[in-house]
């Protein structure tokens, strides 16, 4: 036990196996014991203030379960699980230590462990109400033109799935400006609507040194003109979108307009200014235009207005040309039952298909071992297996337990906020994990089709746009994973 003064400082140690073992124990010095009930109060001080500064119900449970102690000048953080050091450590070790210093009132350095002897985990309760969240920037793209090089037309693998959506970008990136205006991409993610946008961008500014360009997203268009307007600098906001000083506007992830009505209609008169300067405007998002229901019905009347693309799921031929291009870009050998092997079982997305070659290629360099089937069996088994036990009664279960509520109640036809909330978080983590459509989820939950995309919509702008939302979906996900790791 360290011993504390009563600013809080340290001032040497007790040795508190002598002090007790003392026969006058009785008139051990009363100063002693109130250096003891400093220590445990700091202990409790430094709990209640990380649990002030934790928003969701889940993550308070983890606070809760820690084992605070002092070694040595570093503060030790006893987790009850691995899961739990590991997501503790990663998201809050800054907080903690903050919240430490401040009880304190000293600078300390925190160490996380696994305590197995710590209370075990328990189920997070239900929320009393649903969680209404504010969401982190996302990552910004380097160039000041906001566009990402590395997404080029060369690195675009073309298949029946895209390739209506590659010719109307490479006429677009030439001459034809006002013949598909506004152009419209959407898909799930990681399917490539992002990067065919940033194709256009890279291709006009390499080829045309005079054009202006601007990539932007909906969150940063929103959070921008929302600063403008508390700034009084609406004028400096104009200027960035106006036709004069913009040649070609992207706009990324315009679903996430839902429910902001003043920035909608700005973005009706950019708009407008643009497309009737001849300027050219490039969107993408999840869904089409015509199922944003919360979206005004002008805007999406201009959404749709030019040409509307859907980039679908890659067939098996496109997903082999994607395997062996990131194979060869990055100079791997892959055997062809490796890519077939790879391009059956991994259909989500794109990003995946990717992730798999690299898990390939770094663990064969690693390990030393020849890239054969056998060895893309034994690194993609467990997300392999993971996909075949993580099914949408099994997430349906995980979710109803975590929020303390049934899996009938969560199906049912309630409308209560405490049900509707749980229910949409398990109808995206179902479009996350499963291969189900739409449809076959909509059935499980006894839900119509549109409702199974509302339900999306609100949890992916929730997820976009509230960081409490993003860090409770982020823990379940972790928990997912962890259980089925």
């Not at 700005?266 to 708009?271: G, S």
């Not at 015509?290 to 030019?306: A, E, H, P, V």
């Not at 009664?393 to 109640?409: L, M, S």
Request: proline share 4%; with cysteine.
């Amino acid at each position: 036990m360290r011993k504390i003064n009563k600013d809080g400082h340290n001032r040497g140690h007790w040795d508190l196996t002598f002090v007790f073992n003392q026969p006058n124990i009785g008139r051990v010095d009363s100063e002693l014991f109130f250096f003891l009930g400093v220590y445990v109060s700091h202990v409790e001080l430094i709990r209640e203030s990380i649990l002030s500064m934790i928003p969701g119900t889940s993550e308070r449970a983890l606070i809760e379960q820690i084992d605070i102690t002092e070694e040595n000048g570093t503060i030790i953080i006893g987790c009850p699980s691995i899961f739990s050091q590991k997501y503790l450590s990663r998201q809050y070790k800054d907080l903690i230590a903050k919240c430490v210093s401040s009880t304190t009132q000293r600078s300390v350095d925190v160490h996380f462990c696994v305590r197995p002897n710590t209370a075990p985990l328990i189920d997070f309760e239900a929320p009393e109400a649903p969680i209404q969240m504010t969401l982190p920037a996302l990552t910004s793209p380097s160039a000041a033109n906001g566009l990402n090089s590395h997404f080029t037309f060369d690195e675009f693998i073309v298949g029946r799935c895209n390739a209506f959506a590659y010719e109307a970008a490479l006429a677009v990136s030439d001459e034809e400006v006002r013949k598909y205006n506004p152009l419209y991409f959407y898909s799930d993610i990681g399917l490539g609507k992002s990067h065919i946008a940033h194709a256009i961008g890279n291709k006009v500014v390499r080829s045309k040194s005079k054009v202006t360009v601007k990539y932007t997203t909906a969150r940063d268009f929103s959070q921008d003109y929302t600063h403008c307007l508390w700034n009084n600098c609406m004028n400096s906001f104009k200027k960035t979108y106006t036709c004069s000083n913009l040649d070609i506007l992207f706009i990324d992830d315009v679903h996430l307009f839902k429910n902001k009505e003043k920035t909608q209609m700005e973005l009706c008169h950019v708009l407008d200014d643009l497309m009737s300067s001849g300027k050219q405007v490039i969107l993408s998002g999840f869904r089409p235009p015509t199922s944003m229901t919360q979206i005004d019905k002008g805007l999406r009347s201009r959404f749709s207005s030019g040409l509307v693309i859907d980039l679908k799921r890659p067939d098996s031929k496109t997903r082999a040309k994607i395997v062996r291009h990131k194979a060869q870009k990055n100079a791997i050998d892959l055997p062809d039952d490796v890519v077939e092997f790879i391009c059956t079982n991994i259909n989500n997305s794109i990003r995946e298909l990717e992730s798999a070659v690299m898990t390939i290629a770094a663990m064969s360099s690693l390990m030393k071992r020849e890239v054969t089937i056998d060895l893309a069996k034994e690194l993609l088994e467990g997300t392999l297996e993971k996909q075949q036990r993580i099914t949408t009664p099994y997430i349906q279960d995980f979710v109803a337990k975590n929020f303390g509520i049934t899996k009938e109640k969560m199906i049912s036809p309630s409308r209560k906020k405490e049900v509707i909330y749980p229910r949409q978080v398990a109808i995206f983590l179902c479009r996350r994990y499963t291969k189900e459509p739409l449809q076959t989820i909509g059935n499980a939950f006894a839900r119509k089709h549109s409702s199974i995309i509302h339900s999306l919509e609100t949890i992916e702008t929730m997820y976009t746009q509230n960081l409490k939302v993003k860090r409770e979906i982020d823990f379940l996900i972790e928990r997912l994973d962890s259980e089925n790791s």
